[in-house]
């Protein structure tokens, strides 16, 4: 049994853009990959992808130069904060990597971002995303 949520499509691991967006956005909708960066002195930084998360920290764990893993996850909608405070519902789909400790919130429902911007949020609008 994984403790870590299993990716949308075996099948299309590999196939995403290595370039997006990193962090952000507060929820997630999907795990796509997830993915170890990799740093030598005489090459260009690289990665590898894996299906699951345990499959990806091994790797880490077992090579020199690299990374603790990343979660490419797929947010249909998100929270933008352009201002400390100052949230903004973005209703367009993009694709971002994550550190996989954020994974431990449960994935958006579509109460979610409008409990989030809600007036009668609590202090810590946190604690929403958190489940």
Known sequence: M????KVKDPGLVGTYPALVKSGGG????EVLEYRVWCHSSDE???YYVFDTCEEAL???????GAEEPLALVLQEEYI??????KYEHIKAARMTEWPVEL???????????PDFLSP????NRLDIIRG
């Open 44 to 46: 260009d930084d690289y």
């Open 80 to 85: 933008n904060e352009p201002q400390p405070g």
């Open 120 to 123: 009668d949020a609590p202090t």
């Open 103 to 113: 994974l431990s919130r449960p994935k958006r429902t579509t109460n979610t971002i």
């Open 2 to 5: 994984t403790e870590y949520p």
């Open 58 to 64: 091994k790797f880490s764990n077992a090579t020199q």
């Open 26 to 29: 507060y929820v997630w909708d």
